[in-house]
């Protein structure tokens, strides 16, 4: 019985350290009988050290709560990094997409593991990950600048999920991301969403026309479809019968190197498709036989609908920079490619298609969200709305 009421109540110890240059310094530590080895003796777990005796008290305290509660946790040696690099990424491969497992892994190597992987796991606290989250905005960009509020929000969910695994393990009492203040991404920070009008986008699609990617765009403005679910589309996706295609692949960009991926949320969808683009799709069928015809048994067939004339797959960085050339050629207002997305998704809304079908053509997970996505168009559609209401009721337009 005195044993548990040792481990209960536990002592507070002081301990006084000489630095290289000298000078004493006292720390206080709270001290926990755990039992006895194999051989009889006494085990003992430290906790500190604090500067006070106060601060050990109070922690003493409160270690006693968890103790009786059952969640109490018992220190380790294991670090940051040790956790992260040796147990939690590797577990982390086979649950994510091969895009997003790389991104966890650059951010951690290159903006966390330098400041915080050589502390003890246990040791880190919500005030250590605001003062990393204020230095990476401040200077964690390596051309000197900071980075972004949306990519530091980025690391904040990433570290949030790794110290959540840690205390479902037992290494941690609780997840200090929970409690830690990530940069707010304030409307003036979020990046704009520009979209062309039906006009500019009929005058870009008619100006590339002929051009090799002319196709491209005007699939990718018609569908709505991601830029690589564009390059990962195979002619066996494609039921020119039925005007449709099936999204099942994606190609992604990893250390620059093209990998095959699934979309967006692991799901296959189709997408009904216009006459128009059945059209284009048979003009680019026609240019790919032309390709196969010049470059012989040098063509590399991989069922790809947009490819580089020798049948290898396009990059996603090199696809984005012949769009932008495009514009610049066509002296018309500058949008992102994956602005071409948000392009057919606000004509769609415009046109009073069901929020529920452009949903699904996007691939996105609800119809909600792509309402919240896509809230700067209900302004305009609810005075037409009103409109029309008023002609219906009352005959005359209000």
Do not use: C
């Amino acid at each position: 019985m005195a044993r548990t009421g040792l481990v209960m109540q536990g002592h507070i110890h002081k301990r006084t350290h000489t630095s290289k240059t000298g000078k004493l310094t006292t720390r206080w530590y709270v001290v926990f009988d755990v039992g006895r080895n194999p051989s009889g003796k006494r085990k003992q777990k430290w906790h500190g050290g604090f500067n006070t005796r106060k601060e050990a008290e109070v922690a003493r305290a409160k270690l006693i709560v968890d103790v009786h509660d059952g969640a109490y946790v018992e220190p380790t040696k294991l670090t940051v990094e040790d956790w992260i690099i040796q147990r939690w990424i590797p577990s982390m491969k086979t649950q994510l997409k091969i895009s997003t497992f790389d991104s966890y892994q650059r951010n951690l190597n290159k903006h966390v593991l330098p400041v915080l992987g050589t502390l003890p796991l246990a040791e880190i606290a919500p005030h250590r990950l605001n003062n990393l989250y204020t230095a990476l905005l401040q200077g964690g960009n390596f051309r000197g600048g900071g980075l972004s509020a949306k990519t530091v929000r980025y690391i904040h969910t990433t570290l949030h999920k790794a110290f959540a695994d840690a205390r479902d393990e037992g290494l941690l009492r609780t997840n200090p991301a929970e409690l830690a203040k990530p940069p707010r991404l304030h409307a003036s920070l979020r990046k704009e969403m520009n979209v062309w009008d039906s006009t500019t986008l009929n005058n870009f699609l008619h100006f590339t026309a002929d051009e090799r990617l002319g196709p491209a765009w005007h699939v990718l403005a018609m569908t709505g479809i991601r830029r690589g679910e564009l390059l990962g589309l195979r002619w066996s996706d494609i039921d020119f019968d039925r005007k449709r295609i099936i999204i099942r692949h994606t190609l992604v960009s990893v250390a620059y190197e093209i990998v095959e991926s699934t979309p967006k949320n692991h799901q296959t969808r189709i997408i009904d498709i216009d006459d128009s683009t059945i059209q284009i799709l048979r003009k680019q069928e026609a240019t790919q036989v032309g390709d196969k015809t010049i470059w012989a048994s040098n063509y590399t067939d991989l069922d790809l609908v947009f490819s580089r004339e020798d049948g290898t797959p396009i990059h996603p960085d090199s696809l984005t920079q012949s769009f932008e050339r495009a514009i610049k050629r066509a002296e018309i207002p500058r949008i992102r490619l994956h602005d071409l997305r948000h392009t057919h998704a606000t004509l769609a809304m415009q046109a009073g298609v069901p929020i529920k079908v452009i949903s699904e053509r996007l691939g996105h997970e609800s119809p909600s969200f792509t309402m919240k996505q896509y809230a700067h168009v209900l302004p305009t559609m609810q005075a037409e709305a009103a409109s029309l209401i008023a002609d219906v009721v009352l005959g005359t337009k209000g």
